[in-house]
């Protein structure tokens, strides 16, 4: 067996930074419609739907503090 790359303690550096632009927003959503066969119909009833909506922020770009 192979040795580890890293301890699973092991603490990484990751350099901040500061938002030059504001965050960005994204909004979306699915819609699924189903129509099953009528031996599955007690399970999933007639026409099964289902729906999500969801809002995404990641920040803007970034310039890496020194």
Do not use: C, W
Request: no cysteine; proline share 11%.
């Amino acid at each position: 067996m192979a040795e580890p790359l890293y301890d699973h303690d092991e603490i990484f550096n990751i350099p901040a930074g500061i938002a030059t632009r504001p965050a960005n927003v994204n909004a979306g959503a699915q819609v699924s419609v189903f129509s099953p066969s009528g031996g599955l119909h007690p399970v999933y009833g007639k026409l099964p739907l289902s729906a999500e909506v969801y809002l995404r922020f990641s920040p803007g770009l970034m310039k890496m503090m020194r």
